[in-house]
């Protein structure tokens, strides 16, 4: 029962190669389509769907040939949701909000093994 954990100082975007390293890391040896978790608990709701959009572009540029499911983390289905996931993106933000909402989320790292995890700003912070 292993994770393989990718921490990121800030946003992948900024690397000199765009992030594709980033992404490529990410989806490293699951079958397709790849199935990604995007969690953004770190920000505040209101802005998830607008950064949820540019995440799955991120993605979608950086693996042209793979084929990807991405999908937007919600709270209330958060545990299924790692459940199907291979690969999960914590997004930065504040850190205080994210472990707030992953606080209410019962025995979540139990469901990590086999899963690549990454975590960016306060998505690493908190991992």
Known sequence: MSAKIILVGGYPRKAADGGRAFCEELVAGFPEPVNILDCLFARPEENWEKAYGEDKE???????????????????????????????????????????ILATQPDWTKKLSDKTLAGSSAGAEAL
Do not use: C, S
């Not at 040939?65 to 930065?92: H, S």
């Open 58 to 100: 991120f993605f979608k540029r950086h693996l042209p040939d793979k084929k990807l499911e991405v999908v937007l983390a919600q709270p209330e289905t958060f545990i299924d949701q790692l459940e199907w996931a291979q690969a999960i993106y914590i997004r930065g933000g504040e850190t205080v909000r994210l472990l707030g």
